[in-house]
T-cell receptor, first 112, second 114 residues
Framework: TQLLEQSPQFLSIQEGENLTVYCNSS?????LQWYRQEPGEGPVLLVTVVTGGEVKKLKRLTFQFGDARKDSSLHITAAQTGDTGLYLCAGYNAGNNRKLIWGLGTSLAVNP | DTEVTQTPKHLVMGMTNKKSLKCEQHMGHRAMYWYKQKAKKPPELMFVYSYEKLSINESVPSRFSPECPNSSLLNLHLHALQPEDSALYLC?????????????FGNGTRLTVT
């Protein structure tokens, strides 16, 4: 059973388009983290959201944490080719802070 | 540049070889991790060291043997691997102890078992 459902799994869009990636669970998370991984590199942390209803912006990226802390979304405005990569959500389950639970990832390709 | 350094970047080994992967961080982090990652999949946790002691072993086969010589170093010793062990091996560190600590990853070792 996948504790964190991430969708879509694959996404191919044109430069300039907007997109949203979702990360959902039936469990409560004490926090959710978003990472981006480029080919040949390790994942890099983009943001951590901790408070229910929290919204964080990172340039063209907007992250939301659901009010009930069971879901999160990543919205990218006016995608650029440099946004191409694997986006991963990961969270600490409210009942167990020892181990990070990972979503399956969203492989994003932004075409020129 | 990543603050977690992994060597080597690439490794090709036969099924009878013994090799080691190395990881180093100087951020003062007290938790260190080994993950295995297949292409376009999320990292899979293998081992966690907390304050230099093994705290989590995710039922990893004994052909993988972790070692934490000190708080800055983490090794993964490999012996008698199988071709299906070919993957990207990622090391990570975190402040540990702090709730919801994010992970800092190295760029991984790309391992091919022939």
């Amino acid at each position: 059973t996948q504790l964190l459902e991430q969708s879509p799994q694959f996404l191919s869009i044109q430069e300039g388009e907007n997109l949203t990636v979702y990360c959902n669970s039936s469990s409560v998370f004490s926090s959710l983290q978003w990472y981006r991984q480029e080919p040949g590199e390790g994942p890099v942390l983009l943001v951590t959201v901790v408070t229910g209803g929290e919204v964080k912006k990172l340039k063209r990226l907007t992250f939301q944490f659901g009010d009930a802390r069971k879901d999160s979304s990543l919205h990218i405005t006016a995608a650029q080719t440099g946004d191409t990569g694997l986006y991963l959500c990961a969270g600490y389950n409210a009942g167990n802070n020892r181990k990070l639970i990972w979503g399956l990832g969203t492989s994003l390709a932004v075409n020129p | 540049d990543t603050e977690v350094t992994q060597t080597p970047k690439h490794l090709v080994m036969g099924m009878t070889n013994k090799k080691s992967l190395k990881c180093e961080q100087h951020m003062g982090h007290r938790a260190m991790y080994w993950y295995k990652q297949k292409a376009k999949k999320p990292p899979e946790l293998m081992f966690v060291y907390s304050y230099e002691k093994l705290s989590i072993n995710e039922s990893v086969p004994s052909r993988f043997s972790p070692e934490c010589p000190n708080s800055s170093l983490l090794n993964l010793h490999l012996h008698a691997l199988q071709p299906e062990d070919s993957a990207l091996y990622l090391c990570a560190s975190s402040a540990g102890g702090a709730v919801n600590s994010p992970l800092h990853f190295g760029n991984g070792t790309r391992l091919t078992v022939t």
